[in-house]
């Protein structure tokens, strides 16, 4: 199914006979499987509504990302919460739709200091499963004008409802990047560094570690930033001597951080999000000889694990979810073969009480149950 | 604005609910005395006041637990208090409810700087919440000008927000987890020390819930490094239109102040007639402020004040010191009490898009004619959060409801535009009947789904945010089942 309007799309979803598997792009394979007709957001598309001034935009859900970001950029401007590229890590095809990013609340190595995707979702309109067409929040800055569905929306993965338009707060591109690099660290003074960074008032854009290096971020005006590397390289020398990285090479290198450019290729992937300072006692019960591949960003918040093969990804799994139960936080299997994410649980088994409110919430938005059921477990 | 009538078969169980209460609570924290119940009568919008039931001030999350559980037993409604500083009657009771302070619950719980958050017991106070880590250069972002009294529960259940958002967001967007108790006893963990939610996000439709999904007990808060240093400047001009360009090129120009606040003329006499901050007297009076070491703030300065210059303000002074720092803002901090000053007012928050604020400026200034009531604006610019106080006489039949009619127009007016009927105070009982402005049935019947999830029989705080005719069928369904 393809429609190209609002009404059309909840037509479809009202006379729709059996379960329906959501798609924007195609390009995040996310969640468990699931068997029922495509429905594709493309055909809504379109930027409705953009004010610089305000720092607003509106676009439809089925909105290319690019043609966002493009748009944006002819002002100066960006979707500051940095949505990621799944393509390479995830190995599809396809264009992202910032329907899509909302629907899964995609956030990037910024989120640390702004926030996520769902934090500069003003406004959305959706239709539910009953085919009803709905908005909640609006195009303003601030709104507490009813419940806050929009948040509920973002991250839902289509299970609530078809998010049909969506409004975004932006902000302006800073005039300059600089990152500081420390090499030769492992993940526990990884971690210190990026604690001690992010607890100082130099406002770190992005703490990350890839590959033995230690990465912060730092943005803004040039003098503010030239003053601000001096001083947070000062404060962090008991963590090494940091090479300093300019422009457009330190941005080449948060785009490799923020689509995990260092777990391409990997057969099964998991997402961890914890307390940043557990990240390296996690990491050293979950992986102690190091067979998995890694790479930490959030300051230690989000730890991207994947292996090669997907052969013993049952016992990982398994024990990554055992390790996690007993610190907090949550573990998601972002990719893996088909048998794989039909026997596991993709996503983190929330709490029985939590999990009853989910299931009633659900129940009430989707009736039917039809709308991608089962992906979220 | 009109309030249920009370059942009069929960009003009848006061005695078995006073007992079965004490059983659970300390002695002085079930309040049942006529007269101490009057303590609380109403919120910060004490136009409107109704001594509840009773009243019990628990300490601890299972005695929350325990309250919540035997009001469900029993079918009573039970309405959530932080510091009862709303100003939209969110905490407001009805004569069959019981009001659930959480005052008594105020401890720090755990501060993480490793990890920058603290753990807070809900009761405890915006301001003292920052209290509890400056002294190690910390921070908690949210400050409403109530910072003072208000608590974080409140602020969790209005999503609060502050002169600082434009930069740190508002409360949804510095919380990171709660402990809460559902209607009937059930406590449930969302969220923590971790950045995002396992499954749906529960944590960003409960902030907001106006107390109507659970109780808050406990909140984990993201705190921040505090800034080196600070520096406001103030400029004038001759009007709205212009005042309302600066903002916008400002914002276009890539520098992100941490605030801008702007006050029209009514509001820039009173202020000074009282505070005699030194305002100069004109149209439209802005103040900016920046942060950062003292070479970031002069860099940022230095842009906006090109700016200002660039649309010949009447006045433009920037801050060479603390004192002046302290000066400037001096009079917007005072605007209220200023106002106050002068007569009773009325404040409302609608949000509109940055770029409409001249036309709707404009349109205020008409209906204030035509109502004969004045009207002054004192507002967060930067994100379009309008703050217009209506001036009123409470002692004068017929003003506040003249005052009401006044505001809903303003309101509809901020819908109008694109915006919204509230951006920061909640819709209480004052915005519950304009919803269906904002909102069409089907947009209300889905949040009002939310809460039957929640709370299937309606009984936290039923009578708020939805127009009562929209909720009706629902709070009778309970009243029927008893
Ligand atoms: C090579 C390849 C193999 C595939 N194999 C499978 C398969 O085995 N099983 C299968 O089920 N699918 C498969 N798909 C289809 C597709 O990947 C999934 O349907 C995917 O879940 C949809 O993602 P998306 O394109 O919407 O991605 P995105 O647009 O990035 O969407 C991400 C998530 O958001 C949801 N979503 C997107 N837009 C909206 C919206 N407007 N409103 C609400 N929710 C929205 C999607 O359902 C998805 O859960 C495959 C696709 C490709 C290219
Ligand atoms: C002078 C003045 C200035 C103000 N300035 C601002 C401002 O700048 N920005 C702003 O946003 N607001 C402002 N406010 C409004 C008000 O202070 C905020 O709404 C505040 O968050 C209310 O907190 P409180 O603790 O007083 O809550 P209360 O008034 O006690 O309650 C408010 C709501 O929260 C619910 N609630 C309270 N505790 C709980 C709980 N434990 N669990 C669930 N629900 C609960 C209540 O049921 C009610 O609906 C101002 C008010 C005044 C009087």
Same mark, same amino acid.
């Given at each position: 199914?393809?429609?190209?309007?609002?009404?059309?799309?909840?037509?479809?979803?009202?006379?729709?006979?059996?379960? @329906?598997?959501?798609?924007?792009?195609?390009?995040?394979?996310?969640?468990?499987?699931?068997?029922?007709?495509?429905?594709?957001?493309?055909?809504?598309?379109?930027?409705?509504?953009?004010?610089?001034?305000?720092?607003?935009?509106?676009?439809?859900?089925?909105?290319? @990302?690019?043609?966002?970001?493009?748009?944006?950029?002819?002002?100066?401007?960006?979707?500051?919460?940095?949505?990621?590229?799944?393509?390479?890590?995830?190995?599809?095809?396809?264009?992202?739709?910032?329907?899509?990013?909302?629907?899964?609340?995609?956030?990037?190595?910024?989120?640390?200091?702004?926030?996520?995707?769902?934090?500069?979702?003003?406004?959305?309109?959706?239709?539910?499963?009953?085919?009803?067409?709905?908005?909640?929040?609006?195009?303003?800055?601030?709104?507490?004008?009813?419940?806050?569905?929009?948040?509920?929306?973002?991250?839902?993965?289509?299970?609530?409802?078809?998010?049909?338009?969506?409004?975004?707060?932006?902000?302006?591109?800073?005039?300059?990047?600089?990152?500081?690099?420390?090499?030769?660290?492992?993940?526990?003074?990884?971690?210190?560094?990026?604690?001690?960074?992010?607890?100082?008032?130099?406002?770190?854009?992005?703490?990350?570690?890839?590959?033995?290096?230690?990465?912060?971020?730092?943005?803004?005006?040039?003098?503010?930033?030239?003053?601000?590397?001096?001083?947070?390289?000062?404060? @962090?020398?008991?963590?090494?001597?940091?090479?300093?990285?300019?422009?457009?090479?330190?941005?080449?290198?948060?785009?490799?951080?923020?689509?995990?450019?260092?777990?391409?290729?990997?057969?099964?992937?998991?997402?961890?999000?914890?307390?940043?300072?557990?990240?390296?006692?996690?990491?050293?019960?979950?992986?102690?000889?190091?067979?998995?591949?890694?790479?930490?960003?959030?300051?230690?918040?989000?730890?991207?694990?994947?292996?090669?093969?997907?052969?013993?990804?049952?016992?990982?799994?398994?024990?990554?979810?055992?390790?996690?139960?007993?610190?907090?936080?949550?573990?998601?299997?972002?990719?893996?073969?088909?048998?794989?994410?039909?026997?596991?649980?993709?996503?983190?088994?929330?709490?029985?009480?939590?999990?009853?409110?989910?299931?009633?919430?659900?129940?009430?938005?989707?009736?039917?149950?039809?709308?991608?059921?089962?992906?979220?477990? | 604005?009109?309030?249920?009538?009370?059942?009069?078969?929960?009003?009848?169980?006061?005695?078995? =609910?006073?007992?079965?209460?004490?059983?659970?609570?300390?002695?002085?924290?079930?309040?049942?005395?006529?007269?101490?119940?009057?303590?609380?009568?109403?919120?910060?919008?004490?136009?409107?006041?109704?001594?509840?039931?009773?009243?019990?001030?628990?300490?601890?999350?299972?005695?929350?637990?325990?309250?919540?559980?035997?009001?469900?037993?029993?079918?009573?409604?039970?309405?959530?208090?932080?510091?009862?500083?709303?100003?939209?009657? *969110?905490?407001?009771?009805?004569?069959?409810?019981?009001?659930?302070?959480?005052?008594?619950?105020?401890?720090?719980?755990?501060?993480?700087?490793?990890?920058?958050?603290?753990?807070?017991?809900?009761?405890?106070?915006?301001?003292?919440?920052?209290?509890?880590?400056?002294?190690?250069?910390?921070?908690?972002?949210?400050?409403?000008?109530?910072?003072?009294?208000?608590?974080?529960?409140?602020?969790?259940?209005?999503?609060?927000?502050?002169?600082?958002?434009?930069?740190?967001?508002?409360?949804?967007?510095?919380?990171?987890?709660?402990?809460?108790?559902?209607?009937? *006893?059930?406590?449930?963990?969302?969220?923590?020390?971790?950045?995002?939610?396992?499954?749906?996000?529960?944590?960003?439709?409960?902030?907001?819930?106006?107390?109507?999904?659970?109780?808050?007990?406990?909140?984990? =808060?993201?705190?921040?490094?505090?800034?080196?240093?600070?520096?406001?400047?103030?400029?004038?001009?001759?009007?709205?239109?212009?005042?309302?360009?600066?903002?916008?090129?400002?914002?276009?120009?890539?520098?992100?102040?941490?605030?801008?606040?702007?006050?029209?003329?009514?509001?820039?006499?009173?202020?000074?007639?009282?505070?005699?901050?030194?305002?100069?007297?004109?149209?439209?009076?802005?103040?900016?402020?920046?942060?950062?070491?003292?070479?970031?703030?002069?860099?940022?300065?230095?842009?906006?004040?090109?700016?200002?210059?660039?649309?010949?303000?009447?006045?433009?002074?920037?801050?060479?010191?603390?004192?002046?720092?302290?000066?400037?803002?001096?009079?917007?901090?005072?605007?209220?009490?200023?106002?106050?000053?002068?007569?009773?007012?009325?404040?409302?928050?609608?949000?509109?898009?940055?770029?409409?604020?001249?036309?709707? =400026?404009?349109?205020?200034?008409?209906?204030?004619?035509?109502?004969?009531?004045?009207?002054?604006?004192?507002?967060?610019?930067?994100?379009?959060?309008?703050?217009?106080?209506?001036?009123?006489?409470?002692?004068?039949? *017929?003003? =506040?409801?003249?005052?009401?009619?006044?505001?809903?127009?303003?309101?509809?007016?901020?819908?109008?535009?694109?915006?919204?009927?509230?951006?920061?105070?909640?819709?209480?009982?004052?915005?519950?009947?304009?919803?269906?402005?904002?909102?069409?049935?089907?947009?209300?019947?889905?949040?009002?789904?939310?809460?039957?999830?929640?709370?299937?029989?309606?009984?936290?705080?039923?009578?708020?945010?939805?127009?009562?005719?929209?909720?009706?069928?629902?709070?009778?369904?309970?009243?029927?089942?008893?």
């Amino acid at each position: 199914m393809h429609p190209t309007s609002e009404a059309d799309l909840a037509d479809a979803i009202a006379t729709a006979k059996g379960a @329906l598997r959501i798609q924007g792009g195609a390009t995040r394979d996310i969640g468990a499987p699931v068997i029922g007709t495509a429905l594709s957001t493309q055909g809504l598309d379109g930027i409705v509504d953009y004010e610089p001034g305000a720092l607003t935009l509106v676009a439809r859900a089925g909105t290319p @990302l690019a043609q966002i970001e493009a748009a944006l950029a002819a002002e100066g401007q960006r979707l500051p919460f940095e949505p990621m590229d799944h393509r390479p890590v995830l190995g599809t095809k396809g264009t992202p739709t910032i329907g899509g990013v909302v629907a899964a609340n995609v956030s990037g190595p910024r989120r640390v200091q702004v926030g996520a995707c769902r934090d500069f979702l003003l406004g959305a309109r959706f239709v539910d499963g009953a085919g009803r067409v709905l908005k909640n929040g609006g195009r303003v800055m601030k709104n507490v004008t009813g419940y806050d569905l929009v948040k509920l929306m973002a991250g839902s993965f289509g299970t609530l409802g078809v998010i049909t338009e969506v409004s975004f707060k932006v902000l302006p591109i800073p005039e300059t990047q600089v990152t500081l690099a420390f090499s030769g660290h492992d993940p526990a003074r990884a971690v210190a560094a990026m604690a001690a960074a992010l607890s100082s008032p130099f406002e770190v854009s992005g703490a990350a570690w890839v590959q033995g290096q230690t990465l912060l971020r730092l943005e803004g005006m040039e003098r503010s930033v030239a003053y601000r590397v001096g001083a947070l390289a000062e404060r @962090l020398k008991p963590y090494g001597q940091a090479e300093h990285i300019q422009g457009t090479a330190a941005g080449a290198i948060w785009q490799t951080v923020r689509d995990a450019h260092a777990l391409v290729g990997c057969e099964t992937l998991w997402r961890v999000s914890l307390k940043p300072s557990d990240a390296p006692a996690f990491l050293a019960a979950v992986d102690p000889d190091h067979q998995l591949k890694c790479q930490i960003d959030w300051g230690g918040g989000l730890i991207w694990l994947g292996a090669e093969s997907a052969e013993n990804a049952a016992d990982t799994h398994a024990s990554l979810r055992g390790e996690i139960a007993s610190r907090g936080g949550h573990v998601t299997l972002l990719k893996a073969p088909t048998a794989l994410r039909t026997s596991l649980a993709v996503f983190q088994p929330e709490p029985p009480a939590a999990a009853a409110l989910a299931r009633a919430l659900r129940q009430r938005f989707d009736p039917k149950a039809i709308l991608n059921p089962g992906l979220m477990g | 604005m009109e309030m249920p009538a009370p059942n009069p078969a929960v009003l009848a169980l006061k005695p078995r =609910l006073v007992a079965r209460l004490q059983e659970v609570l300390a002695p002085d924290a079930v309040i049942h005395d006529e007269a101490e119940t009057r303590a609380y009568e109403c919120d910060a919008l004490t136009a409107y006041r109704c001594p509840p039931l009773c009243a019990v001030l628990p300490s601890t999350t299972q005695q929350v637990s325990d309250v919540l559980r035997i009001c469900h037993e029993m079918g009573v409604p039970v309405v959530p208090r932080g510091s009862g500083t709303s100003l939209a009657g *969110g905490a407001l009771p009805t004569a069959d409810s019981v009001i659930l302070g959480v005052a008594r619950m105020n401890d720090v719980l755990e501060v993480d700087y490793d990890n920058r958050f603290v753990r807070v017991q809900s009761g405890r106070t915006n301001l003292s919440v920052t209290g509890a880590v400056e002294a190690d250069g910390f921070f908690y972002a949210p400050d409403p000008s109530s910072q003072l009294a208000c608590a974080i529960s409140g602020n969790i259940a209005m999503n609060s927000g502050g002169a600082h958002c434009l930069k740190y967001g508002v409360t949804t967007n510095n919380l990171l987890g709660v402990t809460m108790v559902l209607m009937d *006893g059930t406590v449930l963990e969302l969220g923590g020390a971790h950045m995002d939610a396992p499954g749906l996000d529960f944590l960003g439709v409960i902030c907001g819930s106006e107390g109507q999904l659970g109780v808050v007990t406990e909140a984990t =808060l993201r705190i921040l490094p505090k800034p080196e240093g600070a520096r406001p400047v103030l400029m004038g001009y001759d009007s709205n239109e212009v005042a309302g360009q600066v903002v916008s090129d400002i914002i276009k120009a890539g520098v992100l102040p941490v605030a801008i606040e702007f006050m029209d003329r009514p509001c820039i006499r009173a202020t000074e007639a009282f505070a005699k901050a030194g305002y100069p007297d004109c149209e439209a009076l802005l103040i900016v402020e920046v942060e950062g070491s003292d070479d970031e703030i002069s860099e940022q300065l230095a842009l906006i004040t090109d700016i200002a210059r660039r649309h010949n303000p009447v006045e433009l002074r920037e801050a060479a010191d603390e004192d002046q720092a302290r000066r400037i803002w001096l009079g917007r901090k005072s605007a209220f009490g200023a106002m106050g000053q002068i007569n009773d007012y009325m404040c409302l928050d609608g949000t509109i898009p940055v770029s409409q604020l001249p036309y709707v =400026l404009r349109r205020i200034g008409e209906m204030s004619q035509q109502y004969g009531l004045g009207v002054g604006n004192v507002f967060h610019a930067g994100d379009g959060n309008m703050h217009p106080l209506i001036l009123f006489d409470a002692n004068k039949p *017929g003003d =506040l409801e003249r005052c009401e009619a006044f505001g809903a127009d303003i309101l509809r007016l901020c819908v109008e535009v694109g915006g919204c009927l509230t951006g920061e105070h909640g819709v209480g009982i004052e915005k519950r009947d304009l919803m269906v402005d904002q909102f069409a049935p089907d947009d209300l019947d889905i949040q009002m789904a939310v809460k039957d999830v929640f709370d299937p029989k309606w009984l936290l705080n039923p009578a708020k945010v939805f127009p009562l005719a929209a909720s009706e069928p629902r709070r009778q369904a309970q009243i029927a089942a008893e």
